[in-house]
């Protein structure tokens, strides 16, 4: 392979075509956006993820990286583009389905596509009929299998945001070709950086595989969510309890927290519901508490501000702290944040101060500009506010344990402070 074009420059197609390029494989980077275009092609990224703009810079530099917004003919094809939830939590291919009409007319016999979008079981084979709707000229595997001109797998990403270089070179990877010259073809593109073992099984079981990663860990997530509602009713310390369970040699409990966010665990689960809801209850049940938890927080902040307000405290002199907005830990992503949910919900009716602490971002949402949010040191914001809510476990938070005043009141989502040892 001499060229290969990647297709949506986002959080993990734009690390996989420098990973590509830092390889000396000429990569054409193909996104919808002039923003991500223009500033590829000057050496910056528009994400945060370490070590990224290093590779971007150096694979721009080099020759080896250029972005475009116009498909160009390759040899093979990496489609990395979002697969959202529709308002009522179906599967929105819309953007697959784009980038099949984008790279549908310069496909050339002997090419290889490979979907690595999360996606509903069927997908790929979904995508090898549009393409084939598109180039009648040109023979596909559900036509012609092993002998097809063009050659169609999936294959999943599974990195960390927040580790995605380390772990796209380190992980991995399952690998399912429509026919087995499709996967061998597959297999031997990401050996280019991939160091860990490449498995090859059906397209099917492939797509199947990313939804049960993230629908696992959906589910083991809602338990603990589930346990710390339990547990705050039955004036239990959840986290006690769950380090205790822990010490069982084959219990190994997740940390509750104030929601489940990120573009992905929140949202695969439900495609898996989506195509079979008479039996996946468990998923759905999963992700109905996890997308009740925040709600949950906010609940429990309101009545701590009714405390204050029975203590004698006018709501407008109430000033309340909120750690952490990401929506997980050490990152700066803002996608699909309970914690920006919970803060913007209590923002939204409460009468006196709200402050940020966020030491990842320099600057707040507009969501929290316009409601007169200010972003503000962890130290000036605790020795401010009267309610004080930890929302995110950031590394910075936690060896930071603050001295409170017996009037302070503090909800802490993540256990990092009021189960500190
Ligand atoms: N969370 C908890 N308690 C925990 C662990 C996580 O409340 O004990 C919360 C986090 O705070 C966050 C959410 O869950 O809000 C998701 O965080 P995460 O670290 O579990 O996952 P993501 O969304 O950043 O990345 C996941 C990963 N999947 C799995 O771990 C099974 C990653 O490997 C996938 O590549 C990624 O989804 C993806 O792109 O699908």
């Known amino acids: 392979m001499n060229t290969i074009s990647i297709v949506g420059l986002g959080y993990i197609g734009l690390p996989t075509a420098t990973l590509f390029a830092a390889r000396k494989i000429r990569v054409i980077g193909v996104d919808v956006s002039s923003h991500v275009v223009d500033t590829i092609n000057r050496g910056d990224i528009h994400i945060v ?16 990286l250029r972005a475009t917004m116009q498909a ?12 959202p939830l529709t308002a009522d939590q179906k599967p929105d291919l819309s953007c697959i ?16 596509v490979i979907l690595e979008s ?5 997908t790929t084979e979904q995508l090898a009929s549009w393409l084939a709707e598109i180039r009648t000229d040109l023979t596909f595997p559900h036509q012609a299998g092993d002998g097809s001109d063009i050659r169609i797998a999936y294959c999943p990403e599974r990195v960390l945001p927040g580790r995605i270089v380390h772990e796209l070179v380190m992980n991995d990877r399952v690998i399912g070709g429509m026919t087995p010259n499709c996967s061998e073809a597959a297999v031997s593109l990401y050996k280019s950086f991939v160091q860990g073992e490449c498995f090859v099984t059906t397209v099917r079981i492939a797509e199947m595989c990313k939804l049960t990663e993230n629908s696992f860990r959906d589910v083991n997530i809602a338990f603990a969510n589930e346990l710390s509602m339990i547990c705050d009713e039955q004036g239990i310390n959840v986290w006690e309890l ?25 949202v695969d689960p439900w495609f898996i519901v989506d195509s079979a809801p008479t039996q996946a209850k468990l998923i759905r049940a999963a992700r109905e508490v996890n997308d009740a938890k925040p709600e949950w927080v906010v609940r429990q902040i309101e009545e ?8 004698g405290m006018a ?3 109430i000033c309340i702290a909120f750690l952490g907005i990401a929506y997980k830990a050490n990152i700066d992503d803002l996608r699909e944040s309970p914690a920006l949910a919970v803060v913007e919900a209590v923002t939204a009716h409460h009468k006196g101060r709200v402050v940020v602490v ?23 914001a605790v020795s401010r506010a009267h309610l004080i809510i930890l929302l995110v476990d950031h590394a910075a938070f936690k060896g930071a344990l603050p001295k409170l005043s017996s009037k302070q009141v503090l909800i802490d989502t993540r256990g990092i402070w009021s189960n500190a040892k």
């Open 118 to 122: 999360t996606s509903p079981v069927g």
């Open 49 to 64: 993820e370490p070590e990224l703009d290093i590779l971007v810079q150096a694979a721009v530099s080099a020759g080896y």
């Open 358 to 380: 966020e030491p990842n971002r320099e600057a707040l949402p507009d969501s929290l500009v316009r409601a007169e949010v200010f972003l503000m040191n962890l130290e000036e």
């Open 315 to 317: 709501a407008k002199d």
């Open 72 to 83: 160009e003919p390759a040899d093979a094809f990496v489609i990395a583009v979002p697969t």
């Open 97 to 112: 389905q784009a980038a099949a009409m984008s790279i549908g007319p310069v496909l050339r016999s002997g090419n290889l």
């Open 304 to 311: 701590a501000i009714e405390g204050l307000i029975r203590s």
């Open 242 to 266: 769950i380090r205790l369970a822990n010490r069982h040699p084959r219990v190994n409990i997740l940390q509750p927290g104030c929601g489940v966010g990120g573009h992905c665990i929140a």
